[in-house]
Nanobody
Framework: QEQLVESGGALVQPGGSLRLSCVAS???????MAWHRQAPGKQRELVAS???????NYADPVKGRFTISRDNAKRTVYLQMNRLKAEDTAVYYC?????????WGQGTQVTVSS
């Protein structure tokens, strides 16, 4: 059964760092993978993506602060988040787009607050 499970969300102070993980079951992570986030009262937005060739893309608000990467042997995609800001507070979702369909994780909460 295809499944994505995120982890790593936490309460962190402004300027701090977190690393989110997304583990895939039932398929590899070598296809298109992405992280999205949804803040209260806002639409879900794309944060970062990594294509099958390794090409990465980032939303403007996180460029230079966030890094997406993956370890296909571990079927895991990561989102390293540095210099966190209050506006990064959201539920972060992992997405996989494969030949068999699009899959989403259940989300992990990131709260940036002093």
């Amino acid at each position: 059964q295809e499944q994505l499970v995120e982890s790593g969300g936490a309460l962190v102070q402004p300027g701090g760092s977190l690393r989110l993980s997304c583990v895939a079951s039932g398929f590899t992570t070598s296809s298109y993978m992405a992280w999205h986030r949804q803040a209260p009262g806002k639409q879900r937005e794309l944060v970062a993506s990594i294509g099958s060739s390794g090409t990465t893309n980032y939303a403007d608000p996180v460029k230079g602060r966030f890094t997406i990467s993956r370890d296909n042997a571990k079927r895991t995609v990561y989102l390293q988040m540095n210099r966190l800001k209050a506006e990064d507070t959201a539920v972060y979702y992992c997405q996989a787009v494969t030949l068999r369909g699009t899959y989403w994780g259940q989300g992990t909460q990131v709260t940036v607050s002093s």
